[in-house]
């Protein structure tokens, strides 16, 4: 078996070590010395665009219309390995509006040379706007901004590289969440785990709380990794 090839490092602002490292095809990014994704399994974050859109798609025409995500502007919360935004390019159409927000520049710049590649180079894509900030900034900037809003972030609400995510999936931050979603947004959030309590938190907010178990590898298996779906009240929809 090969070793590992260290492509590159970086610190998060909390001083974690993350490493970009690769082995034959597989890439992965580590975070204190522990995996935090590999491009071996993203069945699950592409599950989860598809269940985002189809239920903003029908939210947006209403009873008897024809699904439509015209116009729709969709954030995408953590680049990683670039396959949630890749998955999201590919089912929104030319007049959509994809803005991301990644915390850690060193992640936007490996898009740019060793992981471009890997999911089609997205960050390339004309639809895209990178915003290189905490998440949660760009939420409180945006309010009634988001059809859509796709969170990768972390393995979830419980946070496992950057102690700050954790402010993501409080009340608070589900409260500034659902501000800056237009009436009938829905929100997604990938986890690696089941959490009751953040999608209690979720219901308690306002949200229609689904939750979805989705294998890392869709049809080829893998671990399960769970999907919250949240969809807020219709309200007047501009479309």
């Not at 988001?146 to 950057?162: H, K, Q, R, V, Y």
């Not at 589900?174 to 501000?179: E, L, P, Q």
């Not at 009751?196 to 229609?208: H, M, S, V």
Request: aromatic share 6%; net charge positive.
């Amino acid at each position: 078996m090969k070793p590992w090839e260290l492509l590159a490092e970086a610190r998060t602002p909390d001083g974690t070590l993350m490493s970009l490292t690769r082995r034959d095809t597989e890439l992965v990014i580590m975070a204190g010395g522990k995996i935090l994704m590999s491009s071996r399994m993203h069945g699950s974050e592409e599950a989860m665009a598809a269940m985002a859109f189809k239920r903003l798609g029908l939210r947006r025409a209403g009873p008897g219309s024809t699904p439509s995500l015209s116009g729709a502007c969709v954030l995408v919360g953590g680049l990683g390995l670039g396959f949630t935004l890749r998955a999201t390019l590919d089912l929104l159409p030319d007049d959509a509006t994809v803005v991301v927000a990644e915390l850690i520049p060193a992640i936007v710049e490996w898009h740019r040379g060793p992981l471009g590649p890997l999911a089609n180079h997205p960050i390339a894509d004309k639809r895209v706007q990178i915003e290189v900030k905490d998440v949660i900034a760009t939420l409180r900037s945006s309010p009634g901004r988001f059809d859509a809003i796709l969170l990768d972030i972390d393995n979830g609400p419980e946070a496992f590289t950057e102690s700050s995510n954790a402010g993501l999936y409080n009340d608070r931050g589900i409260a500034t969440i659902k501000a800056a979603l237009t009436p009938g947004g829905v929100l997604a959030v990938w986890s690696a785990w089941e959490d009751r309590r953040f999608e209690q938190r979720l219901k308690y907010a306002g949200f229609k709380v689904e939750v979805e178990r989705v294998r890392a590898r869709l049809k080829k298996g893998g671990p399960r990794h769970t999907i919250f779906l949240g969809s807020t009240p219709m309200g007047l929809v501009s479309q």
